[in-house]
């Protein structure tokens, strides 16, 4: 397995560094080594992407499902260390979540899990999107977005809005081209957001980018309707750049 990542920030620069880089500044780097990473939905395609990844940085990772045998199989075929478990399980089990389910049930499962997340990061990847014979296309959310209407429910949780514009196949090919672009991130908290953009820092060439406060995640969530119909036309697996920062 490879060395935990850590990230060192400094005047806007981003370092990647390894446990073993004699020059890192502990005050200012953030230390995944002794973090756990749940991923709740880990046996779908996004969530088992973001798994591998993680795992293949070197981070301690469990994949949440169902049942604890789909989990473990998954978990299983990701290797690296990576365990399964049920989404209580993980929850419980977990420094920091990702909510990597479907918008059909986004809100029943985090419903039943506000005791188990209470107190941690919680990272929100889900899309509302529809489809129909024209593609892609965003869904209305009454609290107006899929990470506000998590922060709503989960009020002792710290949301955060990141990993939408990932490809899944390229996540989960590993083997393929090292990963480019950028995360956008979006939350509340400074401490949060902090954590999750050197998350994103740990996955291939990716740079996370703090990108606004939870109410304007709506239109990030909604952006990937965009980025499927450039998917379609193209055949390819197109992200986000940001360009001059």
Not at 81 to 108: C, F, L, Q, R
Not at 117 to 132: E, Q, R
Not at 204 to 227: D, I, K, S
Request: proline letters at 2%; aromatic letters at 4%; glycine letters at 10%.
């Amino acid at each position: 397995m490879d060395a935990p990542a850590r990230v060192k920030r400094n005047s806007g620069n981003i370092t990647r560094m390894t446990q073993t880089d004699s020059t890192e500044q502990k005050n200012s780097d953030i230390d995944f080594s002794s973090m756990v990473v749940g991923v709740l939905g880990g046996t779908g395609e996004q969530g088992r992407g973001l798994a591998t990844r993680f795992a293949h940085a070197g981070i301690e990772v469990i994949i949440g499902s169902r049942t604890a045998e789909k989990a473990s199989e998954v978990a299983s075929e990701v290797a690296h260390g990576v365990k399964g478990m049920t989404n209580v399980d993980t929850a419980s089990a977990s420094d920091v979540v990702i909510v990597a389910v479907p918008w059909d049930g986004h809100k029943e499962l985090l419903e039943s899990l506000v005791d188990q997340l209470s107190g941690k990061i919680v990272v929100d990847c889900a899309n509302p999107l529809g489809f129909d014979k024209q593609g892609a296309f965003a869904l209305p959310v009454e609290e107006g977005s899929a990470a506000q209407q998590a922060q709503l429910i989960l009020h002792d949780s710290r949301v955060v809005a990141a990993f939408h514009h990932i490809s899944a196949k390229l996540l989960l090919d590993i083997e393929g081209p090292e990963l480019k672009g950028d995360v956008l991130v979006l939350g509340d908290d400074r401490e949060a957001t902090d954590l999750v953009t050197a998350l994103a820092d740990t996955l291939g060439q990716m740079r996370g980018v703090y990108a606004g406060r939870l109410r304007n995640a709506g239109q990030v969530e909604a952006f990937t309707a965009n980025l499927i119909s450039m998917n379609r036309r193209y055949k390819g697996h197109a992200g986000v750049q940001i360009t001059d920062i």
